[in-house]
């Protein structure tokens, strides 16, 4: 047996030690980019061989925890993408502004600068009070970093402009308190935002929700992973509710394409029709 299966079998079972013994499921998994991860965290720990690798991980957890904040997506920034936030801005909410009590679910929300972004929309759209807003991941490091809404002093310059671009008109900085190298965001902001651990590949739906934005985490996932997500989605969003994904993300090879609509394809948001 050549070299090349014999890692791939090694591959295999460390995906399944991982699920067996700490119950995250990464077998499904996009395989290109999550062996540039367990590479990554092999270098790191000093080990040649991904056997080497499973021992560690499966017998010290602090190494383990080390792995699932290397391989977690923490990607993400105050109004990524601000395409897609003023269009949130300009088309959805409209669509909302009338219901009586609102539902946001924001999967994959890593260190949650997006949901501060989405709460200060809310707030200047007058919407905020009437909405509750849930911010998931499955790694519980990053969402304590969320729910503390700290980030680096140094990006705020690159946070003012996007949220300039997103329609903001009043000073950023009246949304946070700089302190040391750090903005810390303004408690007003986190009053309606509920932050739980949530692993989409494992976990299912807990409530019902008006809008989900599950943005740039499926691209790391297979065909049928995303399959799999998607009826998550279906069985937690309401008729004419919103659906937002990742601009590398798309609906067309979906089979629940046909239960949605185009708002605005270019920044993917679709509405729920059926």
């Known amino acids: 047996m050549n070299n090349a299966k014999i890692e791939e079998i090694e591959y ?46 499966l ?5 383990f925890t080390n792995f699932l904040n290397t391989v977690s997506i923490d990607v993400t920034s105050m109004f990524r993408d601000p395409d897609f936030f003023l269009a949130v801005r300009q088309k959805i909410f409209p669509m909302i502004r009338n219901l009586p009590f609102i539902r946001i679910w924001h999967a994959g929300c890593a260190t949650g600068e997006e949901i501060y972004s989405l709460a200060i929309l809310l707030k200047e759209e007058k919407l ?3 909405v509750r807003i849930y911010g998931t991941d499955m790694n519980e490091v990053v969402l304590e970093k969320a729910k503390n809404g700290i980030f680096p002093l140094k990006n705020v310059q690159d946070y003012t402009k996007n949220y300039h671009n997103v329609g903001g008109d009043v000073n950023f900085s009246q949304y946070y308190t700089a302190k040391y ?40 996932f297979n065909k ?6 998607h009826k998550l989605f279906i069985d937690s969003l309401t008729i004419g509710g919103v659906l937002g994904l990742g601009k590398k993300e798309s609906m067309h090879s979906s089979s629940f394409r046909d239960n949605y609509k185009d708002i605005d394809e270019r920044v993917k948001l679709f509405k729920r029709v059926k």
């Not at 017998?59 to 190494?63: C, F, T, V």
């Not at 049928?224 to 997500?229: A, D, G, I, K, R």
């Open 224 to 229: 049928p992973l995303q399959e799999h997500v």
């Open 59 to 63: 017998h010290e957890k602090k190494s």
């Open 12 to 57: 295999e079972l460390l995906l399944e030690g991982i699920y067996q013994t700490y119950g995250y499921d990464f077998r499904d998994y996009a395989p290109a980019s999550l062996k540039r991860r367990i590479r990554k965290c092999m270098n790191d720990l000093g080990v040649n061989s991904i056997s080497a690798f499973q021992d560690t991980i």
């Open 181 to 220: 190298d750090n903005i810390i965001m303004n408690p007003a902001l986190k009053k309606n935002i509920i932050w739980a651990q949530h692993n989409l590949v494992t976990d299912g739906s807990f409530n019902e929700f008006d809008i989900i934005f599950c943005r740039n985490v499926m691209i790391y």
């Open 128 to 130: 905020y009070d009437k």
